[in-house]
């Protein structure tokens, strides 16, 4: 592990650029610390890392994600969430613990809707009964990040979207003042209307939505 962290850190520090580290630092309000790497250019560096054939063991991840994820530079965490996915198909159900503990950390939006969308969205596709258990318990803390997950992970489902669950999610959110949190709600109300345009105008007519998540929930519907 120790090896695999810190090969790819010597690959990372070669290839830094400091005036590319300033903007994403402050594109991120000046909350993490950036080697300076585009994303195109910086999986063009993790890609050897993410073949196959040299994976980590499953069992490892968990150690190796929380390292990486502690690190001051984003770019360690987006190489963490991205390592995770490659796991997909070997979730187990306690690996929900990991998704949390990476919501609960160094967050912000840019890994939060990757970790909901692709990590937690995919989980629940998996382990649908422990949907009930975790979206009652973030949804219970005065934790916007997971509620933001809360609201996301059906984001990608399309005709999979259970609407009865996503209407009890939001509902359970309305009158939060928070900017994630109606943006969020908007969203996901958004990329359903692709799929289902009838029941978000319905949705949308019967309930006090604050602006900005109905501005959003209809951008799409003409």
């Known amino acids: 592990?120790?090896?695999?962290?810190?090969?790819?850190?010597?690959?990372?520090?070669?290839?830094?650029?400091?005036?590319?580290?300033?903007?994403?630092?402050?594109?991120?309000?000046?909350?993490?610390?950036?080697?300076?790497?585009?994303?195109?250019?910086?999986?063009?560096?993790?890609?050897?890392?993410?073949?196959?054939?040299?994976?980590?063991?499953?069992?490892?991840?968990?150690?190796?994600?929380?390292?990486?994820?502690?690190?001051?530079?984003?770019?360690?965490?987006?190489?963490?969430?991205?390592?995770?996915?490659?796991?997909?198909?070997?979730?187990?159900?306690?690996?929900?613990?990991?998704?949390?503990?990476?919501?609960?950390?160094?967050?912000?939006?840019?890994?939060?809707?990757?970790?909901?969308t692709k990590l937690i969205g995919a989980y629940f596709r998996k382990y649908p009964e422990q949907r009930n258990v975790y979206i009652k318990k973030w949804l219970g803390t005065n934790n916007i990040w997971l509620q933001r997950c809360c609201l996301l992970f059906q984001l990608k489902y399309k005709e999979s979207l259970d609407p009865i669950f996503l209407k009890y999610v939001i509902t359970s959110l309305l009158g939060s003042n928070e900017f994630f949190i109606n943006k969020a709600i908007g969203w996901v109300l958004r990329e359903y209307s692709r799929t289902n345009p009838d029941w978000v105008i319905s949705f949308v007519d019967k309930t006090d939505l604050n602006p900005l998540s109905r501005r959003e929930a209809i951008r799409l519907i003409k």
């Open 1 to 116: 592990m120790k090896d695999f962290i810190s090969i790819l850190g010597v690959e990372f520090s070669k290839n830094a650029d400091l005036e590319v580290a300033a903007q994403q630092k402050a594109y991120l309000k000046d909350q993490f610390e950036h080697f300076g790497l585009k994303t195109t250019k910086r999986r063009e560096i993790q890609k050897p890392f993410l073949i196959k054939e040299f994976l980590p063991q499953k069992e490892e991840i968990p150690a190796i994600v929380k390292t990486l994820w502690l690190k001051p530079e984003r770019d360690y965490h987006y190489f963490a969430q991205e390592l995770t996915q490659k796991y997909v198909k070997q979730f187990e159900k306690d690996d929900i613990q990991l998704f949390e503990f990476m919501v609960l950390h160094n967050s912000w939006w840019d890994t939060v809707d990757f970790i909901a």
